[in-house]
């Protein structure tokens, strides 16, 4: 199994860091330091995160680090903020809190249904024809909408709920396999299937650390994410990248 994935022009491994919890204190801070030097590919935030705190928080930690994994975050959750405005606005907020100058991956958090996909991926394009955003991705949609906001912007990356007991967007999954789009698994530890435990004893592992080679066996191109504030959960989550499934584990858990 391929331990790494490349999106855009940077190949990093392929387990990242869910920070919806993140809050701003000096521990987090240095967790969030901790977690980059244990080998996470990408830290995942968005606008919305503990109002701030979690973009604030990532900000800080990685403010004058030369070893950065990429760092994603997100807009335009809540009906009526994929406008131009008000996305725009939190684009620049996001810049602000994380400290930087370009945001590696930027997501449009939800398809809002009071404004066109077009529109808001629109938006998105123009900060990075800007230099302000380097890659695009896009969250909880299906096939019909990453082409039609292909048609505008290359996208990169497409994070929808996937899991063992989540299975609707096998379809996206494959698409974006196909198409070298990174699929970025939210909530992926969730779920379980008969025979998990009896996996994880034979190879010496935790059922989260199966399940997490299941859903990188999946696709060369999932990037999960397990949220967590744990240092140990980081670094077991981090080592789930040497578990290689055999053909029959998989189908079992499939």
Same mark, same amino acid.
């Given at each position: 199994? *391929? %331990?790494?994935?490349?999106?855009?022009?940077?190949?990093?491994?392929?387990?990242?860091?869910?920070?919806?919890?993140?809050?701003?204190?000096?521990?987090?801070? $240095? &967790?969030?330091?901790?977690?980059?030097?244990?080998?996470?590919?990408?830290?995942?935030?968005?606008?919305?995160?503990?109002?701030?705190?979690?973009?604030?928080? #990532?900000?800080?930690?990685?403010? $004058?680090?030369?070893?950065?994994?990429?760092?994603? /975050?997100?807009?335009?959750? !809540?009906?009526?903020? %994929?406008?131009?405005?008000?996305?725009?606005?939190?684009?620049?907020?996001?810049? =602000?809190?994380?400290?930087?100058?370009?945001?590696?991956?930027?997501?449009?958090?939800?398809? +809002?249904?009071?404004?066109?996909?077009?529109?808001?991926?629109?938006?998105?394009?123009?900060?990075?024809?800007? !230099?302000?955003? +380097?890659?695009?991705?896009?969250?909880?949609?299906?096939?019909?909408?990453?082409?039609?906001?292909?048609?505008?912007?290359?996208?990169?990356?497409?994070? *929808?709920? &996937?899991?063992?007991?989540?299975?609707?967007? +096998?379809?996206?999954?494959?698409?974006? /396999?196909?198409? %070298? #789009?990174?699929?970025?698994?939210?909530?992926?530890?969730?779920?379980?299937?008969? %025979? @998990?435990? +009896?996996?994880?004893?034979?190879?010496?592992?935790?059922?989260?650390?199966?399940?997490?080679?299941? @859903? @990188?066996?999946?696709?060369?191109?999932?990037?999960?994410?397990?949220?967590?504030?744990?240092?140990?959960?980081?670094?077991? *989550?981090?080592?789930?990248?040497?578990?290689?499934?055999?053909?029959?584990?998989?189908?079992?858990? =499939?």
């Amino acid at each position: 199994m *391929n %331990g790494t994935i490349r999106i855009g022009d940077r190949e990093v491994a392929r387990i990242g860091l869910g920070t919806n919890r993140l809050t701003e204190t000096p521990a987090n801070i $240095g &967790f969030i330091r901790a977690a980059v030097e244990a080998g996470i590919g990408m830290i995942d935030s968005a606008h919305l995160y503990t109002g701030g705190a979690s973009e604030r928080t #990532i900000g800080a930690a990685l403010a $004058g680090t030369t070893r950065r994994p990429i760092v994603a /975050t997100k807009g335009g959750f !809540g009906r009526g903020e %994929g406008k131009r405005n008000g996305l725009a606005h939190q684009i620049e907020q996001s810049l =602000s809190a994380l400290r930087v100058d370009r945001i590696d991956l930027y997501y449009l958090h939800r398809v +809002d249904p009071d404004t066109p996909l077009e529109e808001s991926v629109a938006l998105i394009a123009e900060f990075r024809a800007g !230099g302000k955003i +380097d890659q695009v991705g896009l969250s909880q949609v299906g096939v019909a909408e990453i082409q039609s906001a292909q048609r505008i912007v290359p996208i990169s990356a497409v994070q *929808n709920q &996937f899991n063992l007991a989540a299975r609707g967007w +096998d379809e996206v999954v494959d698409y974006c /396999t196909s198409q %070298g #789009i990174a699929f970025v698994p939210f909530f992926p530890l969730r779920g379980a299937r008969p %025979g @998990l435990a +009896d996996i994880a004893r034979r190879h010496d592992a935790s059922p989260s650390q199966v399940i997490l080679a299941w @859903l @990188l066996r999946r696709s060369p191109q999932m990037l999960p994410i397990p949220g967590t504030l744990s240092m140990e959960h980081v670094r077991e *989550n981090v080592a789930a990248l040497e578990i290689e499934l055999c053909d029959a584990e998989f189908a079992s858990l =499939s």
